[in-house]
């Protein structure tokens, strides 16, 4: 029988902390207990904190495919655990809110300041919704572009010049001589706000997998308050100064980024995979110097890899299903999400809802230049609308570490859905309000969780390639959704509910159809290291399993 003999010593760290005790075991021989591979099995020494254990002997070498640390080496992903969520990511948290604070911001603008222009310009309909289609067409096909250069140069790089990039063309937007300048203007902020999402990127990578989930979904309160403070900006504002000056001061919170911005560290993971290791070192300790937590020991795995953000790899066999599924999940959300506000407005304009069936098509047309300067009822019903927001985010906080993020994202569709059936019936105002409540907060809900999802499903070489196509798919479905509850309503109210419906019922079904589960796995680094966290797993089952028999001597 294999025994084993305890001994014990006074070390370095036992020294400088008399807290920890130090056991050395060491096999003897035997057999039922044998280890695979003797030859490879050294000395084990045990700090009984149960924070390192370390061969001593000879290092167990692993198959590079496999990219699993040994014994005296640990991973990005490792060091990310150890350090746990501390000081330095309450910072991040605040930073990544300012970011959407000023999406939020600019998006909340186009609703107030498109009536004030049209009554003042005398803008005929279609000049007024080019001022919020030209921001999402400038969002579409910019979002791939930031999130191939934020793959290519860096987190902290795309992050910056997006949002430096939105600051500038929207504080020029304040002094638009006419209605072609705002257009252009506009249309350039746009271009700047596809770079949003990237700061999801830089944020989810420096979050411990128990964290990431909890965190990215409380990020959206700073979206909310972003349109809560841009409506009460507006009210303060708009009587007295005018659209211009809350053009201007719509950008505070971006100057705010900009200026904290610089504090930002550049994305370990990004750092080790462009093959710069000492600066992904320097970013881990000082993470851990700010938790006031210790380093894993040993020395960092680093596996360079030149080529990244390539849209190609996002269409792999291993990625291909993954990725279409996910562009329709991103522009269903889109579409149904913008879809229930514009739908909401219209509802709510006409009366009952068996008004607009009744009349239908038949409803007596409005002249093209007409125009309704916004009321302090209008902003009290944005603000409404905006924080029902607030109780889809924490039901779908509450279940996406319970059931996990394919299963949050379907309920979300579903329950949307459901909502959406009683508008076939005649209610009356008080029941539309909620059940549309009850639908805002699950769209909003089931948006936030594809933004969970998204990063952790895709590698570090193309996670901010993957997060922006998404992004871009969800302004095609905010581009076309117009189209549907606003002209199509006027021709059916029955077919325009039922586009909303089906289209979230198969968003339901493709958020099932997901080949990975990602809750509770880490960040994958590499496209070649595909299955990296089972493995890893694996791994560490086994080192408690081989390390078992130290139990009954502590």
Known sequence: MNNWVKTSKISYQQWRNPEISVVTFRGTGGDSLRHDNEDQCGDIEVYTTG??????????SLHPLH??????????????????????????????????????????ILSIIAPQLQC????????????????????MFSSTLWGNITDKYGRKVGLMMSMVWVLYYGFLSAFAPGYGWVLVLRGLVGFGIGGAPQSVTLYSEFLPKKSR????????????????????????????????????????????????????????RFDVLSGNRESAMRTLRRIASENRKS???????????????????????????????????????????????????????????CDVITHGAKTEPKCDLECKYLTIEDYKDLLWTTIAEFPGLFVTLFVIDRIGRKKSMAMCFLMFSVCILPLYACIGRVALTVFIFVARAFISGGFQVSYVYTPEVYPTSNRALGIGTCSGMARVGALLT???????????????????????????????????ETTGLGLQESCTIAGAQEMKTTSQMSNVSEASPTETSY
């Open 120 to 139: 003042e310009w005398r803008l005929p309909g279609w000049k007024v919704a080019m001022l919020t289609a030209v921001v999402f067409i400038g969002m």
């Open 295 to 353: 380093m894993p020991l040993g020395k960092l795995i680093a596996e360079q890899q030149e080529d990244r953000g390539r849209i190609r790899d996002l269409l792999t066999p291993q990625y291909c299903r993954t990725t279409l599924l996910l562009w329709f999940i991103w522009f269903a959300n889109a579409f149904s999400y913008y879809g229930l506000i514009l739908l909401t407005t219209e509802l709510f304009q006409s009366g009952e809802v």
């Open 482 to 516: 117009p189209f549907v509850a606003q002209v199509l309503l006027k021709t059916s109210v029955y077919m325009t509910l039922s586009v909303y419906c089906v289209c979230c019922l198969l968003a339901a079904v493709a958020s099932m159809l997901l080949p990975v």
């Open 213 to 268: 989930a909890t965190c990215i979904m409380l990020v959206e309160i700073f979206w909310v308050l972003g349109a809560v403070f841009e409506v009460l900006l507006a009210i303060w504002i708009m009587p007295s100064m005018g659209w211009r000056w809350l053009l201007g001061l719509s950008t505070a919170p971006l100057v705010l980024f900009v200026v904290l911005g610089f504090w930002l560290p550049e994305s370990a």
């Open 67 to 108: 990219n699993r640390p040994t014994a005296d080496t640990f991973t990005v992903e490792d060091a990310v655990e150890a350090i746990g969520f501390g000081y330095f990511q309450w910072k991040l948290s605040i930073l990544t809110g300012l970011s959407w604070m000023a999406d939020a911001m600019e998006m909340m």
């Open 51 to 60: 924070i390192q254990t370390r061969n001593l002997g000879k290092q167990t």
